[in-house]
Every structure is written in C-alpha cells, then in structure tokens.
C-alpha cells in the first residue's frame, strides 16, 4: 500500500470528505486529491497535518505501507545475450537485462590491442564511469586523453564526444556504468 491509499482509506474509515480533510490539515484539496491518487507523495509536514487532522499519529499513518523496492536480480554470464560489436576489436556486453527500467546500465567493454570502441556522444545529462579490470587504456573525451591502467577509474559526462582505445599488448577489459541508461 501506497501513502495515498493509507490517506483514503483512514479518510473513509471515518467518513470524512476531501474537503473536510483539507479544511482541517490545511492541505490544499488539490494536493490531497494528487496525494491520493498516488500523482505527488506530500511533505512530511503535510502528513503530520494530514495525520493530525485523521486524529492519529503519524506512524499510524505509515503503517503498513510498501517500501518500493526491486527484488534483486542475478545474472549469469551464460544468461547475457545482449552483446554489441564495435568492430572486430572490441565488443561490449550488457551486464544486466531490461536495462530500460534501471536506473543505471552496467556494460563490460573488451578491447583487442590496437583496437577501440566506436565514437560515442550522448544527449546532456548522461553520465559515465569506467573502471579498467585489465590492460591500458586511453580514453579520449572530447579534446583530452587520459591513460588509465588497471584499477583506474574516470567518471565524465558523455555528452562529450568519447571513445576508449586498448594501448597495451593484452585485452583491455573494462566495466562502465551508464546512468541514466541510454541506447
């Protein structure tokens, strides 16, 4: 159950309109009725009104309400089909499925040496970090180049221009994190 829901339903349990409720809280009827209907979750000051206004305190008002969360999901490397192909140098693989609903999209990015990814640039707001498992890497973002060994990191926005390149003699392993997660 939802904050809205538990807010209707104590409501209705003591027969008290909309209105009422809003004269009595001093929440607007509209954000009430947004409340309610799950469009806006209100303010802890709104709900201890809210609350106040039922005539109970405001834990009651949180009582049995559903934590919005995700079960976990597990992903075996034999499960993973979503892989995409740079060239024949470097190949990356999604690291988890339905990455559209995710809040972020892990990617494992190999590179042969010599090779490279394809060019990337996203729209503003995107953002990436990469962690290099093994190998040297350069990663060109926008006009500057950085050498990341194993263990380095680089966090950027990806709205620049950007590509990584395998500069050492072995395959350049590296995980990269999307988020928000884009195609």
Known sequence: ???????????????????????????????????????????????????????INISDLYQGLAADKKAPVVQTSSDRTDVFVHDNKSVSEMLTSKVLEKKMMPVLIKVEPKGATHKEETKRGIEKFIYVISGKVEAVVGDNTYALNESDTLYFDSSSPHYFKNVGTGEARIVCVISPPVL
């Open 1 to 55: 159950m939802y904050i809205g829901e538990r807010v209707k339903k104590l409501r209705k349990e003591i027969d008290m309109t909309l209105v009422e409720l809003s004269e009595k809280s001093g929440v607007a009827v509209a954000s009430l009725s947004r409340i309610e209907n799950n469009k806006m979750t209100g303010t802890l000051e709104s709900h201890i009104a809210i609350s106040n206004a039922l005539g």
